[in-house]
């Protein structure tokens, strides 16, 4: 994108983005350029414009030595950060004045995390968050320094833990008998000890061998009973915002607290989860089916692989995995980011696998579901293609899926958004051209609030040059614009085309789009939060943001502080 579109966009929304940092620089280079390079190198990179006044609404106000404060740009990227940044730089001019512009790219995986070196790494190390840089904590630092090895937190003992009293012997006698099977000249004439301790169930500590943490999330008798914490919370809610209460003041719908091992866990947790889901019939030939809102194959898959890939190192064993049904999903939270060489776009593609846990995930390859037997886990990478396949069917949507440092989450749908209305709607805005079905789904999703991109639009069925074209199709429409100010191929809905997405919110009267109810209530008040204004019109707490966001983009409303404040207010736009 141009200088000129990222500063146009700059002043439309009044607010910096997310890749992109504005600086005044009267009084030379700022201090704090060095906390920002970091973060961008361990984001998604960045741009970095001197001589803009975000105050004066973006004003050109220019640098007085371009060449100097180039110079000093690049010196604090080489020599005061750790690793080194190589950052493009330039002096361009703009509107009458000269600014300097840094280009920051994302640092490797196995490279991060980048911080500045006199203050340390737990003290230096930075991410871009919204609009601003935030310190990595020493959770996620270490996670970033872990990704490059492999952990081994699920091979550590467990003192306390003896093999006679916490360990499951029908587990275990199956778990051997398998592993016998499966590589008999690896077991043939071991004792059940031996066996035990090549599987890694058991392992030396203080001369003795007691189990694992694997062996007792594997084939343990109860694992909680040494880490309460290490299992699955259920929560089904009433509307589709966690912290909107249903009638009567109640929060929950069900809730449940599922422990044991893995296998145990996941046949308890899907259990647990169909309680409020539906179930419904099918005509089929001459027959009929029966059919889950949501297949239990689906909720497995999600189910196994937050507890086999979860992070399980000290500082996140106070964490659970999260299951949570809202009216219209479910989501499965787990703590712990992307690990290795699987990353977000490639989720779901054939070889992609890499395992944090790998002596866990090879003994929930042996291990068998307590009641029918079968491995609990493939740990062949398949369990994603087979995941967004079924759901693809069910719905005509994929799963969703959002990594960060600190958590994992995969969102599914429980029906489809793609309605007889949002298909009239998409004709309406298609100016004469064909929406393919990954298109309109697509537009299904982006209406709901989601963000988009070419890796989604792969899920729903087009190859790799399909989705491209596809996508750019929606943009060039104007229906989908870049979610940061330089077009990285993350897209959210055009400013202005929400109406179905705030329909679907309504709680009024059916034809009262939220961004109208918006304008009605500011139209009340000097000004009112976002608190406010979701009482006022009964929407969810991501409806009003995205609602906000366009009415700001249009220039409708203003907000009174920076996003990030806790001061922020809205108010209609003064002329």
Known sequence: ??????????????????????????????????ETMSAFANSRGGLIILGLDERAGFAPVGVSDPVALRDELAG??????????????????????ILVLAEIEPLPPLQRPCYVTTRGLYNGAFVRVGDGDQRLTPYEIDRLRENPGQPRWDEEPVS?????????????????????????????????????????????????LVPSLAGLLSVGA??????????????????????????????????????????????????????????????????????WEIEPEVIREAVVNALM?????????????????????????????????????????????????????????????????????????????????????????????TASLDDFCVTIPRTSLVTPELRAWARRLSR?????????????????????????????GPGPSGARRQLSQLRDLGLLQPR???????????????????????????????PERILEALGETDSASREDLQGATGASRSSVINALDDLITSGTVEATAPSRSPNRRYRLARS
């Open 222 to 291: 109860y694992p909680q009973q040494f880490f309460p914490q290490l299992m699955v919370s259920l929560a089904v809610y009433p509307h589709e915002d966690a912290g909107e209460p249903g009638p009567g003041g109640i929060r929950f719908l069900d809730s449940a607290a599922v422990g044991g091992t893995v296998p145990t866990m996941v046949t308890d947790t899907i259990q647990a989860a169909q309680r409020s889901l539906r179930r419904s019939s099918r005509v089929v030939g001459a027959g009929r089916d029966d059919y």
């Open 160 to 208: 306390q833990a003896t093999a006679e009293k916490d360990l499951d012997r029908r587990a275990v006698t199956r778990l051997i008998e398998t592993a016998s099977r499966n590589s008999p000249r690896s077991f043939s004439g071991l004792s059940e000890p031996d066996a035990l301790a090549r599987l890694g169930i058991l392992v030396p500590h203080d001369g003795s």
């Open 484 to 514: 940061r100010a330089r077009d990285d191929g993350s897209y959210r809905l055009a400013p202005g085309l929400s109406e179905i997405a705030a329909k679907n919110e309504a709680r009024s009267s059916p034809g009262s789009g939220l």
């Open 309 to 401: 890939h979860r992070d399980y190192s000290p500082q996140a064993r106070g964490t659970q995995i999260r299951v949570e049904l809202f009216p219209d999903r479910l989501t499965v939270t787990s703590p712990g980011g992307l690990f290795g060489n699987v990353r977000l776009e490639t989720l779901g593609e054939s070889g992609t696998s890499s395992s944090r846990n790998a002596r866990l995930s090879a003994l929930l390859q042996e291990a068998g579901d307590p009641f029918t037997g079968r491995p609990v886990a493939e740990n062949r990478g398949s369990g994603i293609s087979m995941m967004i396949s079924q759901v693809r069917r069910d719905t005509g949507l994929v799963p969703l899926f």
């Open 76 to 97: 604090v990227a080489r020599a005061k950060l750790t690793p080194a940044l190589a950052p493009v730089i330039d002096a361009v001019p703009f509107e009458g004045v």
């Open 1 to 34: 994108m141009e200088l000129a579109d990222i500063v146009a966009r700059l002043r439309q929304t009044g607010v910096e983005f997310e890749d992109v940092e504005v600086k005044r620089a009267a009084g030379g280079l700022p201090q704090n350029v060095a």
């Open 432 to 460: 004469g051209q064909e929406f393919s079905e990954a298109q309109i789904s697509v537009l299904a999703l982006a209406s709901a609030g989601y963000s988009v991109d070419i890796a989604l639009l792969r899920r729903l």
